[in-house]
Nanobody, 117 residues
Framework: QVQFVESGGGLVQLGGSLKLSCAVSGMQFSRHDMGWYRQAPGKQRELVARINRDGTTSYASSVQGRFIISRDNAEKTVYLQMNSLKPEDTAVYYC???????????WGPGTQVTVAS
């Protein structure tokens, strides 16, 4: 069974930083592209950062230049370094392989990020 367990969220002040981690099990991690998603209250879940199996990365325009996604294939973990945080970054953050996203996918518990102004 594939599992994604996110951690590292919390309450941070405007301009602060957080580093999220996501431990993955039950799949051949190194062979999969990975992404960080977030869902704010009343909004749809959105992809904010992606790292492909070859290490190439891409970001939503709203986080470009502030967030950095990375991965450790030996540890089967994907990270999201978030800098210069803004109140609009407040959301529950999830990791997932983009290829698995669909109506029946089982998301992890997520980790709450709250940015106070």
């Amino acid at each position: 069974q594939v599992q994604f367990v996110e951690s590292g969220g919390g309450l941070v002040q405007l301009g602060g930083s957080l580093k999220l981690s996501c431990a993955v099990s039950g799949m051949q991690f190194s062979r999969h592209d990975m992404g960080w998603y977030r869902q704010a209250p009343g909004k749809q879940r959105e992809l904010v950062a992606r790292i492909n199996r070859d290490g190439t990365t891409s970001y939503a325009s709203s986080v470009q230049g502030r967030f950095i996604i990375s991965r450790d294939n030996a540890e089967k973990t994907v990270y999201l370094q978030m800098n210069s945080l803004k109140p609009e970054d407040t959301a529950v953050y999830y990791c997932m392989s983009p290829a698995r996203v669909g109506p029946f996918v089982s998301w992890g518990p997520g980790t709450q990020v709250t940015v106070a102004s």
